[in-house]
């Protein structure tokens, strides 16, 4: 038990320090403006898919649940009643509901290629000058990380989906899979320019569980956005400006958990390396060949 209080106590310290270190850091003029580029890239991005394939999305996605004969008998209904224009919204409502979790791992994704190799260079000027880089993963073995990370995100998304219709599950489940998602990248991008390979394999297991805790945290903090699209049929007047603030809010939450990844995975760093070597085990004295 003593030895569980001596490991938690100063985990959970290092966890709330690097909170508070991510959170003003947030404020830096230069984090303000890279911060900047995944919110115009995919505001871009967006803006020009939208022009040229929304409609025809619409329309595909409007045959496929025509195909569907509870949905056809519900659209049937709206149209004897006289409420046939709500059904298109409709569609245009589960359309922009099956959009944002692509955008969301775009973001992520953003945030995690172009953004932390420049907060995991000026945290570590800033407060571990002396942190020695050994380039323990390149650039491609990032991305590869990262989009193989995202594509089992998206598979596991789609498989719990139908689970969702439960009230609780739906509060546990997205969080879940995103807090899992955004510790698993944030976590080996931190320690990709300065841990060796066999450095961030024993700190990703060592710490395996308080990176899993940070990225609920974050997986919670997520789901914030998506408030802004639960007033139903009104955000399809607002979408025009909902969907950049949407963007903005997920690249600083993303940012901030870069941050916190980065404070909190280079301290952990700098500590294993402070700490003494293990003693070799003396070998077992051999008997003489005449003493057998």
């Known amino acids: 038990m003593a030895g569980f209080k001596a490991t938690l106590v100063p985990t959970m310290r290092l966890m709330v320090a690097s909170f508070w270190r991510a959170a003003a850091y947030c404020l830096h003029p ?6 900047s580029v995944p919110v115009v890239l995919l505001m871009v991005a967006s803006g020009v898919l939208a022009h040229f ?3 025809d999305a619409l329309a595909g996605l409007g045959r496929w649940l025509e195909s569907s004969v509870l949905l056809s008998t519900a659209g049937a209904w709206l ?9 298109s919204m409709l569609v245009s409502l589960v359309l922009i509901v099956l959009v944002t979790p692509v955008m969301v791992i775009c973001t992520l994704l953003l945030v995690s290629l172009v953004m932390t190799p420049r907060l995991v260079s000026l945290v570590a000027q ?12 390149s650039f491609l073995a990032s991305v590869a990380w990262s989009v193989g990370s995202s594509l089992l995100a998206l598979l596991a998304m789609v498989v719990s989906a139908p689970m969702w219709v439960v009230p609780p599950l739906v509060l546990v489940l997205p969080p879940l899979i995103w807090g899992w998602l955004t ?12 841990a060796t390979a066999l450095e961030r394999r024993a700190l990703l297991l060592q710490h395996r569980k308080p990176l899993l805790a940070m990225g609920l ?6 789901a914030a956005p998506s408030l802004l699209w639960s007033m139903g049929l009104m955000t399809l007047a607002m979408a025009p400006l909902l ?7 997920y690249t600083l939450i993303f940012v901030f958990s870069s941050l916190w990844f980065v404070h909190f995975c280079l301290d952990a760093l700098e500590r294993l390396r402070h700490e003494p070597a293990p003693k070799p085990t003396p070998p077992e004295p051999s008997l003489p060949l005449g003493n057998l």
């Open 126 to 137: 800033r407060r571990f000058p002396a942190l020695v880089r050994q380039h323990g993963a």
């Open 53 to 55: 394939y929304w409609q």
């Open 79 to 87: 149209d004897a009643v006289g409420m046939g224009g709500v059904k």
């Open 30 to 35: 230069k984090v303000v403006l890279l911060s």
């Open 217 to 222: 945290v974050v997986g919670l903090m997520g």
């Open 183 to 194: 510790g698993r990248i944030m976590a080996f991008d931190a320690l990709a320019t300065h």
């Open 243 to 249: 969907l950049p603030l949407s963007i903005w809010i």
